[in-house]
């Protein structure tokens, strides 16, 4: 048996490790790129696993190569910020950051730049309400109640964001303003574009991941393109799943009219490149072949071929068969290789098929489907002799493709399934664990591709309506695509099934949280707790959910709990260090954040947070200390540049406040730029290092 490797998930960045042959498209589309008519937007489109990402990553490898004409790109995973921003903010901000932070770009460009990223929150985007309480759910988020106590002194019970952050900042216009600004930006974002590449330079975005986003964030991102950033000399590279954004254009809007969900996307979309499967010759003979594999895999390259044209399926299927390999080196187990591979093509390519084939060999008295097939198939049992409940097994007879993989070398009729079935480490314990659409689900959701793995649960659930992990693990994926509501019927089935499964309930409570829906959360919380005492995460979400309704001595007692079960969890204390600073105990808040940094010395918000109670308490070298750290830990944080701001007005207002730790002639000079743009990091970060 030669060395065994296991394959990463990762996309292709370079030529040379091109195993999917896509320099030819590669090129093409830098030709496009370099030599069309802008502003144009391509779509790159193939389901998922096809191998976009490693399209566009050679596409933006080879136009840094290219000399043909100026190009700069930026490059905006669209999933990484689906959970946290409005997205065509996070797009128009990503692509003016680049420009900004660009050392070959003239000065003149970068401060065009930092004047347009003030400019995005006038564009009528991302004012949505938010809850406090959906805040706190994820601690990240938690500063933003926070930052409007510094803002204003009186919360007065509001919890719609627009309100407490400052007027000049989001401020909403009226619908008129609103479509004179948005014509405003585009028109200076022309300017800037064409400033910055030249006059026959290009500015490429590459937007990968559309399509594990929630819809609607999709589409967004799509009208972001057409309404603000569609200007001469940008060219925008989407890659996606094609029928995934015309079903959330369709979910957004609705059908108006026959392929209306096309036909919307073919009005932004100027290219189409859908990408082609590979075929079986290039399977066998080049993409597994030069994958970094062992060779005796490699020589099973025809059988593995069988399992379908997507690469990452391929890969995900060598990794379980090299698994399988070892597993019976190990045990000793003497069981062909030839046989085991077409075995895992059975598992990958026909699930359905391969789970039937394990169950009923394990629960019908070792039931030979595989034989089964070839009796009806070469006459040897009659259709019409079969017995009630064999008659569903016909459509495998149907599926003309698994019977000519079943017929092909090497024959599976004859073999003995018992040591197969061990290596397939498939539970025969169906009420427990499900069939094998539970170990896809799972994987599916282990890649954050929630939609698959809800198709999947769904499945083991249609065929096991009782399964209690399966509506479990259903139900965190609908959580994470944002239907709250569906995970919580998800997991009102879990508890109904089981109503001792503490996280069913815990998730439920994450999900009612969500829909803003206290109460219930903490009577979930509670429960969860009742069957786990000793559950950290649930003291911990209980006590956010009690400083949402500001039962601040609950909150702080759930939290002391959490503390006392897990002394270093970091974000307990900065938690509760929002309990205590809205109690005006700053001095405990500031306690708590110190003990969150010590923890997590990398703790952005608790910085920010510690500074705001130092703020509070009017020490304001400390409180500039800690924005300025949590600026030098996150060169792009607006809150720590806008408290730093909101304190130098402060000082600005009474010269006394001045502290004394500070060098007059650098405090002078602070004062004096008082009015600086929030977004000028360059001049601040001088500034710091001169205190």
Request: charged share 30%.
């Amino acid at each position: 048996m030669g060395t065994s490797k296991m394959l990463t998930d990762n996309e292709v960045r370079k030529i040379g490790e091109d195993t999917l042959q896509f320099k030819t498209y590669a090129d093409t589309l830098v030709e496009i790129i370099s030599f069309s008519q802008t502003p144009i937007t391509i779509g790159v489109y193939g389901e998922w696993g096809s191998g976009k990402t490693s399209l566009l990553r050679l596409t933006e490898n080879e136009l840094e190569l290219s000399k043909e004409v100026n190009i700069k790109s930026v490059w905006f995973n669209a999933w990484k910020f689906d959970k946290a921003h409005d997205l065509r903010v996070a797009l128009i901000h990503s692509i003016l950051q680049k420009i900004k932070n660009d050392k070959t770009a003239v000065e003149s460009v970068k401060d065009k730049a930092v004047s347009l990223l003030k400019r995005i929150n006038w564009l009528g985007l991302g004012r949505t309400a938010v809850s406090i309480g959906a805040s706190l759910a994820t601690p990240y988020l938690a500063i933003l109640p926070l930052l409007s106590q510094v803002l204003s002194d009186s919360k007065k019970g509001t919890q719609d964001l627009s309100k407490l952050l400052p007027d000049e900042l989001l401020k909403e216009p009226s619908e008129g303003k609103s479509l004179e600004l948005i014509g405003e930006f585009e028109d200076e974002f022309r300017n800037l574009s064409q400033k910055y590449v030249g006059e026959n330079g290009r500015l490429v975005v590459f937007i990968d991941d559309l399509d594990r986003c929630v819809p609607e964030k999709a589409i967004d991102i799509l009208e972001a393109i057409k309404l603000f950033l569609n200007v001469p000399q940008t060219v925008f590279l989407i890659g996606t799943d094609k029928k995934v954004i015309e079903n959330g254009i369709l979910q957004k809007y609705g059908e108006k009219s026959a392929g209306w969900g096309k036909n919307y996307l073919d009005k932004i979309i100027q290219v189409p490149f859908t990408l082609p499967p590979l075929s079986k010759k290039e399977i066998i003979e080049h993409f597994i072949t030069h994958l970094d594999i062992s060779s005796d895999i490699k020589g099973f390259a025809s059988i593995v071929a069988e399992v379908g044209d997507n690469p990452r399926t391929i890969k995900r299927l060598l990794n379980n068969f090299e698994l399988q390999r070892i597993l019976t080196k190990n045990r000793g187990i003497m069981i062909e290789d030839m046989l085991l591979a077409k075995f895992n093509v059975l598992e990958f390519r026909w699930p359905e098929f391969y789970t039937e084939l394990i169950s009923l060999y394990s629960e019908s008295n070792k039931f030979n489907l595989l034989k089964f097939i070839e009796d009806l198939t070469t006459g040897a049992v009659q259709k019409e002799s079969l017995i009630k409940d064999r008659l569903s097994l016909l459509k495998f007879i149907e599926d003309k493709n698994l019977t000519d993989f079943l017929n092909k070398e090497p024959m599976l009729y004859d073999v003995d399934l018992e040591l197969y079935i061990h290596m397939a480490n498939v539970s025969y314990d169906t009420s427990k664990h499900g069939d094998n659409f539970f170990e896809l689900g799972f994987t599916s959701y282990g890649n954050k591709d929630y939609i698959k793995a809800i198709e999947y649960f769904t499945k083991v659930i249609d065929q096991e309506p009782k399964n209690v992990e399966a509506y479990y693990n259903r139900g965190l994926s609908c959580m994470w695509t944002g239907n709250y509501k569906r995970a919580i019927n998800d997991f009102t089935k879990v508890i109904d099934l089981n109503p001792e499964h503490s996280k069913g309930y815990y998730w439920r409570a994450f999900s009612y949280n969500s829909l803003q829906k206290t109460d219930d959360a903490i009577k979930d919380y509670s429960k969860s707790i009742e069957i786990e005492p000793d559950f950290v995460n649930a003291y911990n979400d209980r006590g956010l959910s009690y400083l949402d309704k500001k039962d601040y001595d609950k909150a702080i007692a759930d939290l002391n709990r959490a503390i006392k079960l897990k002394p270093d969890y970091s974000e307990a204390y900065f938690n509760r260090g929002i309990a205590y600073f809205d109690k005006k105990e700053y001095d405990m808040s500031v306690e708590d954040n110190t003990k969150a940094i010590e923890h997590f010395p990398g703790y952005l918000n608790a910085y920010i947070n510690r500074g705001l109670s130092y703020h509070r308490k009017k020490v304001f070298d400390r409180a500039f200390d800690d924005y300025a750290t949590a600026l030098s830990l996150s060169p792009g944080s607006e809150l720590a540049f806008r408290n730093i701001k909101i304190l130098t007005e402060e000082i600005n207002n009474n010269r006394e406040l001045i502290p004394k730790s500070w060098d007059k002639t650098v405090s002078e000079k602070l004062i004096s730029e008082a009015d600086m743009d929030i977004n000028s990091k360059g001049y601040l970060l001088t500034f710091l290092k001169n205190l």
